[in-house]
T-cell receptor
Framework: QKEVEQNSGPLSVPEGAIASLNCTYS??????FFWYRQYSGKSPELIMS????GDKEDGRFTAQLNKASQYVSLLIRDSQPSDSATYLC???????????FGSGTQLTVLP | EAQVTQNPRYLITVTGKKLTVTCSQN?????MSWYRQDPGLGLRQIYY???????DKGDVPEGYKVSRKEKRNFPLILESPSPNQTSLYFC?????????????FGPGTRLTVT
């Protein structure tokens, strides 16, 4: 059973701080990793994808991947109240069908 | 506008009454998939399709059927809905069947079976 684990939270950070979200996965053959943001009652929205070890930056978001340790993280710099949402880690391994999601981390950014 | 659409967005029905949730994408994507999302269980894949006339089971296919007769459409069929199928359903599509392509989600369908 391929598993993707996330701290469910809730995680609270003050506005302007760095929010750090973590995800671990069990399948060493995993090849691609995604972070989705989901507002309550809405659909998941892709915010980052990462395929190789290291950091990938896009605006205020940085994804970090360490395949040896089987973890992927998302950093949100200068957090805003509009960043308050549930963040889903998704891992794709072996074939296109196997996009396995974590249960999500609920982030609250306090004004 | 590139998008995945689902209809209906909300549906309340009774046990045993057949229903279909439609999904359509206008991006010429090869891959389409259905997920259900339940509190504490996250997103779980129901069925997926790699291309027209090619479908396969996901992790929770029991009680569901799908078809892919056209590239753009991927309907989800519940032949005899039961209360345990009350959930939030998402359709998703991806431009390729490779693992490196992201999936894009529709707006969701909230289904209640009484």
């Amino acid at each position: 059973q391929k598993e993707v684990e996330q701290n469910s939270g809730p995680l609270s950070v003050p506005e302007g701080a760095i929010a750090s979200l973590n995800c671990t996965y069990s399948d060493r053959g995993s090849q691609s990793f995604f972070w989705y943001r989901q507002y309550s009652g809405k659909s998941p929205e892709l915010i980052m994808s990462i395929y190789s070890n290291g950091d990938k930056e896009d605006g205020r978001f940085t994804a970090q991947l360490n395949k040896a340790s089987q973890y992927v993280s998302l950093l949100i710099r200068d957090s805003q109240p509009s960043d308050s949402a549930t963040y889903l880690c998704a891992v794709n391994s072996g074939s296109a069908r196997q996009l396995t999601f974590g249960s999500g981390t609920q982030l609250t950014v306090l004004p | 506008e590139a998008q995945v659409t689902q209809n209906p967005r909300y549906l309340i029905t009774v046990t045993g009454k057949k229903l279909t949730v439609t999904c359509s994408q206008n991006m010429n994507h090869e891959y389409m998939s259905w997920y259900r999302q339940d509190p504490g269980l996250g997103l779980r894949q129901i069925y997926y399709s790699m291309n027209v006339e090619v479908t396969d089971k996901g992790d929770v296919p029991e009680g569901y059927k799908v078809s892919r007769k056209e590239k753009r459409n991927f309907p989800l069929i519940l032949e005899s809905p039961s209360p345990n199928q009350t959930s939030l359903y998402f359709c998703a599509s991806s431009p390729r069947t490779s693992v490196y392509y992201e999936q894009y989600f529709g707006p969701g369908t909230r289904l209640t079976v009484t």
